[in-house]
């Protein structure tokens, strides 16, 4: 896997990207289950610890992309781009990109890395030559709702869906068009 790395700046956020390997399985891991258990200690309910192994993130950074932010040497966040999210939105023909798991260590990440995450991730997109930028978020947290639609995401509809625990939840599908 190659690395890319750039600053963006944002506000007062300055973060450095570049593309995940197997070397940042175990961050990856950190990161989501720290975002869950924030997550549920916040009552918002669509992450759980121990749901998204080294597996999982391995199985993403062969299939699509995976991006980390570093600040000052340490990982801020990052998310997952995929080209497709067929189980989630239906067949569609390429015109977007999807969000997913748009993580931020606390402890390292200044006020403002979600969104610098978000515009990096709108950035690939656009110069991937896709229109729209996609995400799904836990429909119960009209919270999670405003910060994307601050971020210039407009809701464009609801799935229920079935956690691999058997819990039942919906998502808030939300759509946000690139210029």
């Known amino acids: 896997m190659s690395w890319h790395t750039f600053t ?70 990052a998310y997952e781009l995929w080209w497709e999210d067929a189980s989630v939105w239906g067949p569609r023909p390429p015109e977007a990109g999807y969000v ?8 390292v990440a200044p006020a403002g890395t979600g969104r610098v995450l978000l515009a990096h991730a709108e950035e690939r997109m656009a110069a991937a030559g896709r229109q729209l930028a996609r995400l799904d978020c836990e429909a119960g947290d009209p919270r999670l709702r405003t910060y994307y639609e601050g971020a210039g995401y407009a809701v464009t509809g609801r799935l229920e869906k079935v956690a691999a625990d058997g819990r039942e939840y919906a998502v808030t599908l939300m759509e946000k068009t690139l210029a």
Do not use: C
Request: a positive charge; aromatic letters at 6%.
């Open 100 to 107: 997913h798991r748009l993580m931020t260590d606390r402890t």
């Open 8 to 77: 963006v700046i944002a506000m007062t956020v300055q973060v450095t990207f570049r593309q995940a390997d197997a070397r940042d399985l175990d961050v990856l891991v950190r990161l989501h289950d720290d975002a869950a258990r924030w997550m549920l200690r916040h009552a918002i309910d669509q992450w759980r610890p121990g749901t998204r192994g080294p597996g999982h993130f391995a199985a993403r950074i062969a299939a699509g992309e995976v991006w980390l932010a570093e600040r000052e040497g340490r990982v801020a966040g």
